[in-house]
């Protein structure tokens, strides 16, 4: 499919999904106290560059839980995935995940894999609207492949790699409030639409 089909595809279905038209926002419970904004989403989708620029126009702090859990860690990523394992790295995340609970106007980038695991994801909608940045494989590798910093992708076929991660990934991407994506869209185009969407939220909802 190309970047366009990818986008309406996604898009579209997310919002059948909110029953809300297209590029529509899933209507949030208001059960939900939402103060932060979470962007999830594979690696290379720009969770890192999109979220500091929306966290500066919000006024929000940006946060990014692969750093809080190098700082927690003591070490980096590739060091924590190579001497302890993609599981205990997992366990990082989902005790920094925990953390989050406390955080109020934050924009918090999550690591790629953060929200496969269901309680992750089921936390973060306590407090944050969860924004899931979308793209497909070949733009997904096009953005990361002069990177080396992402154990998961050395491999010898790293596209490949991407396909299948994505493919498995894309029902749990499927689970966040809003769905948007980055084909097609310059990165100022896609914090407009992510801040555009956390208004509209925080607008159906009173007090914060
Ligand atoms: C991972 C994504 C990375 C990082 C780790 C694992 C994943 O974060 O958390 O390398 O499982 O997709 P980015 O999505 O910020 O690259």
Redesign the pocket.
């Known amino acids: 499919m190309n970047a366009r089909g990818w986008r309406r595809a996604i898009e579209e279905t997310a919002c059948q999904q909110a029953g809300s038209g297209l590029s529509g926002l899933l209507i949030v419970s208001t059960a939900r106290d939402i103060h932060n904004l979470a962007l999830v989403?594979?690696?290379?989708?720009g969770?890192?560059s999109v979220g500091q620029l929306v966290a500066a126009q919000l006024h929000f702090r940006f946060v990014?839980?692969?750093e809080l859990?190098e700082a927690r860690a003591g070490k980096a990523?590739?060091a924590i995935?190579a001497e302890e394992g993609?599981l205990q790295?997992r366990e990082h995340?989902r005790a920094v995940v925990e953390e989050l609970r406390n955080f109020h106007r934050a924009v918090i980038?999550?690591?790629?894999?953060?929200v496969?695991q269901e309680t992750n994801l089921a936390s973060l909608k306590t407090h944050a609207l969860v924004v899931c940045l979308w793209a497909s494989p070949e733009t997904i590798w096009e953005r990361?492949n002069h990177q080396s910093?992402?154990?998961?992708l050395q491999t010898p076929d790293p596209l490949a790699k991407i396909r299948q991660?994505l493919s498995e990934?894309e029902p749990f991407y499927r689970k966040a409030d809003v769905l948007v994506s980055t084909e097609l869209r310059s990165v100022k185009e896609v914090v407009q639409h992510v801040i555009h969407q956390f208004r509209l939220e925080r607008g159906q909802t009173t007090h914060r």
């Not at 910093?149 to 998961?152: I, M």
């Open positions: 989403g594979f690696m290379g989708t969770k890192s990014d839980t692969d859990v990523i590739s995935f993609e790295f995340e980038a999550t690591g790629g894999g953060l496969t990361v910093h992402r154990p998961l991660l990934r």
